[in-house]
């Protein structure tokens, strides 16, 4: 499976942003999908996670009420609307799979990871 983020740029404190993810190369709809973030000097930081069916998503704390994960199985694509963005929102986004079959949700592993898309706001 190959993973394809976009969506990423520079927005002002309190402004929106939408990244995407286009998935190729395998069965999208066998993946629970994920939204991972990692900051300048940072550990990579989970941000959200999306069941295969879109059925349950799960959010850090952090972004709970302010950024919404959904996917669409018919065009193979993940979503992450961000909105009242705060600074400490900057970071690389990183979508990755997890394969579903494994019963776990949230996931603890991930199979697959894009190659991020930066988002940086200002203050």
């Known amino acids: 499976v190959q993973l394809g983020e976009s969506g990423g740029g520079l927005v002002q404190a309190g402004g929106s942003l939408r990244l995407s993810c286009a998935a190729s190369?395998?069965?999208?709809?066998?993946?629970?999908m994920g939204w991972v973030r990692q900051a300048p000097g940072k550990e990579r930081e989970f941000v959200a996670a999306i069941t295969w069916s879109g059925g349950r998503t799960y959010y850090a704390d952090s972004v709970k009420g302010r950024f919404t994960i959904s996917r669409d199985n018919a065009k193979n694509t993940v979503y992450l609307q961000m909105n009242s963005m705060k600074p400490e929102d900057t970071a690389v986004y990183y979508c990755?799979?997890?394969?579903?079959?494994?019963?776990?949700?949230?996931?603890?592993?991930?199979?697959?990871w894009g190659q991020g898309t930066q988002v940086t706001v200002s203050s």
């Open positions: 990755a799979a997890s394969y579903s079959g494994r019963g776990t949700f949230p996931p603890n592993e991930y199979d697959y």
């Open positions: 190369g395998g069965t999208f709809s066998s993946y629970h």
